[in-house]
């Protein structure tokens, strides 16, 4: 009774309106289904589809614009897709608005989410850092493979060279064929390991 007798004793101020980001959210729109559930469910997965098209388009200019020429396209496409698959889809936007629509036909009712999704400017900045990092180390650990590889076929060249020299020439078929082997194999161990 007290808050109710000050409440309409004290003069009404102006709320300042709540301010969202719904200028920088996008609409998205679920699918028509039978129950209220459903179609949330359907605006969901459809937002999670947007954001996951979002982020993909962003891991491909990062790995594409930055790729040296040496980094092969297959091993950067897949560091962006084990980057992607490890991407928290879920948290990485917010729902802004919703809005729930309920049409009648003549076999019952059908309904339909809207919803306004905004990206977290804060968790896109961190996700961009992560993603600068891991196209780094990916530049990192290739080169480092190309180097050992390189040595490998150094180290690999002398030591048939050697042997050849001890045997005086009698297996030196052998020998480059075993160089032969061994040098495809380094590529190979290198890159499956």
């Not at 993909?56 to 897949?78: I, M, N, T, V, Y």
Request: glycine share 6%.
């Amino acid at each position: 009774m007290l808050a109710l007798l000050l409440a309409a004793c004290l003069p009404f101020a102006p709320q300042q309106p709540v301010t969202t980001s719904i200028a920088e959210a996008v609409v998205v729109r679920g699918d028509a289904e039978l129950s209220p559930a459903e179609a949330l469910v359907s605006a969901k997965r459809k937002a999670e589809e947007h954001v996951r098209d979002l982020w993909q388009d962003r891991a491909e200019q990062a790995f594409s614009g930055r790729r040296p020429f040496w980094l092969p396209d297959l091993l950067a496409r897949e560091a962006m897709r084990r980057w992607l698959a490890e991407l928290p889809i879920e948290q990485m936007a917010t729902y802004v608005d919703r809005e729930d629509r309920q049409r009648e036909h003549e076999f019952g009712s059908s309904y339909q989410t809207t919803l306004w999704v905004a990206e977290e400017p804060r968790l896109v900045a961190n996700s961009e850092r992560l993603l600068r990092r891991a196209t780094q180390q990916l530049e990192r650990v290739t080169a480092v493979k190309f180097g050992g590889i390189v040595a490998g076929w150094a180290v690999l060249a002398v030591v048939i060279g050697w042997l050849d020299r001890l045997s005086r020439g009698y297996m030196t078929g052998r020998l480059r064929l075993l160089g032969l082997l061994g040098g495809v194999a380094f590529p190979a161990l290198a890159f499956l390991l």
